[in-house]
């Protein structure tokens, strides 16, 4: 491995932070952490007390907090925002676009006073596949944000803005980047948001808004018929958070990503519906009949969300493996526990 780095993450205490955090100091790294908890509340992470693991309680709101531990730092990994699934952006849409702009602003500011200073080399941004909510093409490619109409949703618009806020960075201060794209992120540690409104899927209430742990958990508690939103034909690609977290740090220190953009994801699409019935007969090994029943679907629920990879393992020579039988394999025994132990 080369010279062992400092990389600054926040929102370090969060779901897909959680695989990233360790991924770094599993490669020898530093982190420096930062969070507020205003998502799940206070957690224990499994690295939280490792000894190259410097956390500090704080927000990234706070721009001199911010420039105090990016100067500090030799890598900035922007992961901080308010963030969820399909309710969550419907119930937050003002709060989602103000909040993350001023973090990303804050995030940037910080960084660029700590490039400024001969410190930090380089800013790594996450935005997300839904930059791509009005897509006409699929699989779609990087290149296809130049042709695509912007997103509908205030939360794919904010992520659109981080990417120029990334570009601006570059062109007025000269700030290295590289922005990556996850799609559908799966894996354990997500639990329900601490803000989440109470919504009803049938007669359960939802965990979290991401699709995986609310289909696990609704069908562990018996549910039958399943509902799911709208017709089950959304078109997904899922991706393991440990996958995620190899394509994130794969593109912060791979020389060729530099200045450039990755969609970082596995090219495997499959529905919803398809997903249901696939975690059904992991949880009814009897071979109960599958049953299911179709709620209103949202207002920003895209149909098909397929992204091209083939820029990633071209360039990077980075590839997201797991397969979605495998994620499931851990994520099922994970709601599981949770359930028992009233987390969920």
């Known amino acids: 491995m080369d010279k062992p780095l400092t990389v600054f993450v926040t929102g370090s205490a969060g779901f897909i932070a959680g695989y990233l955090v360790e991924e770094l100091l599993s490669l020898g790294h530093t982190v420096i952490g930062v969070d507020n908890f205003s998502k799940y509340g206070p957690v224990e992470k499994s690295y939280s007390k490792h000894p190259r693991y410097q956390f500090h309680f704080g927000d990234a709101l706070d721009t001199e907090l911010m420039k105090k531990l990016a100067l500090q730092s030799d890598h900035f990994i922007a992961c901080a925002a308010m963030i969820g699934g399909i309710s969550y952006f419907h119930e937050f849409a003002y709060d989602l676009l103000a909040t993350n702009e001023r973090i990303i602003a804050s995030s940037f500011d910080a960084a660029i006073a700590s490039h400024k200073a001969g410190k930090l080399k380089k800013?790594?941004?996450l935005s997300s596949s839904m930059v791509f909510e009005n897509a006409k093409t699929w699989p779609t490619s990087e290149a296809h944000l130049l042709e695509s109409p912007p997103p509908s949703s205030t939360y794919g618009f904010q992520k659109l803005a981080c990417e120029f806020f990334a570009k601006g960075a570059w062109e007025q201060y000269q700030l290295p980047y590289t922005i990556v794209r996850p799609f559908n992120c799966v894996g354990i540690g997500e639990k329900r948001a601490l803000s989440d409104k109470e919504i009803l899927s049938g007669n359960i209430k939802l965990a979290m808004s991401h699709v995986v742990p609310d289909l696990?958990?609704?069908i562990l508690?018996?549910?039958?018929?399943?509902?799911i939103l709208g017709a089950g034909q959304q078109v997904r690609c899922y991706t393991y958070g440990g996958d995620l977290a190899k394509g994130i740090v794969t593109c912060m220190l791979h020389p060729k990503a530099l200045n450039d953009d990755f969609n970082i994801s596995t090219p495997v699409a499959t529905t919803?519906?398809?997903?249901?019935?696939?975690?059904?007969k992991k949880i009814y090994v009897t071979g109960k009949p599958f049953r299911y029943v179709s709620d209103p679907a949202y207002k920003y629920d895209v149909q098909h969300r397929v992204p091209d990879v083939s820029k990633a393992k071209r360039v990077l020579n980075y590839e997201a493996a797991t397969t979605l039988d495998t994620m499931l394999?851990?994520?099922?025994?994970?709601?599981?526990?949770?359930?028992e132990r009233g987390n969920i």
């Open 123 to 125: 800013m790594t941004v």
């Open 216 to 218: 696990v958990q609704k």
């Open 221 to 227: 508690k018996g549910q039958d018929p399943l509902h």
């Open 272 to 280: 919803v519906l398809e997903l249901a019935e696939a975690i059904w």
């Open 329 to 339: 394999d851990e994520v099922i025994p994970w709601v599981k526990e949770e359930l």
